[in-house]
Nanobody, 126 residues
Framework: QVPLVESGGGLVRTGDSLTLSCTAS????????MAWFRQAPGKEREFLTS???????????TYAASVKGRFAIARNNAENTLFLEMNSLQVESTAVYYC????????????????WGQGTQITVSS
């Protein structure tokens, strides 16, 4: 098991920025393929971005079109933490945000997640 724990969610206003964190205890995340997803009320879980391990400390990053240019994924391997920096949040960004880890590559069109976090709620008010 890789217990993933997200943090940093909350209530913000339209146009605000927020950074989420995802950590794991007892397992090093640096060699996992990692991603962020979100699930809005009444909607399916949506892929946002992934950081796929290529080798050593090299990663390949991809973004969904809906967040490209506004969201950024990053890792701090020394702190065993995955981040999601979000800018220009909109009301439609309201959702539960999840981090995910996998031994397989994670992309928007193909993902087999081994471990999910419990999620953190972000609510954006106008």
């Amino acid at each position: 098991q890789v217990p993933l724990v997200e943090s940093g969610g909350g209530l913000v206003r339209t146009g605000d920025s927020l950074t989420l964190s995802c950590t794991a205890s007892g397992r090093t995340l640096s060699r996992y393929h990692m991603a962020w997803f979100r699930q809005a009320p009444g909607k399916e879980r949506e892929f946002l971005t992934s950081s796929n391990w290529i080798g050593s400390n090299v990663y390949s990053v991809t973004y969904a079109a809906s967040v490209k240019g506004r969201f950024a994924i990053a890792r701090n391997n020394a702190e065993n933490t995955l981040f999601l920096e979000m800018n220009s949040l909109q009301v439609e960004s309201t959702a539960v945000y999840y981090c995910a880890a996998s031994s397989s590559r994670l992309t928007e069109v193909s993902y087999e997640v081994d471990y999910w976090g419990q999620g953190t709620q972000i609510t954006v008010s106008s």
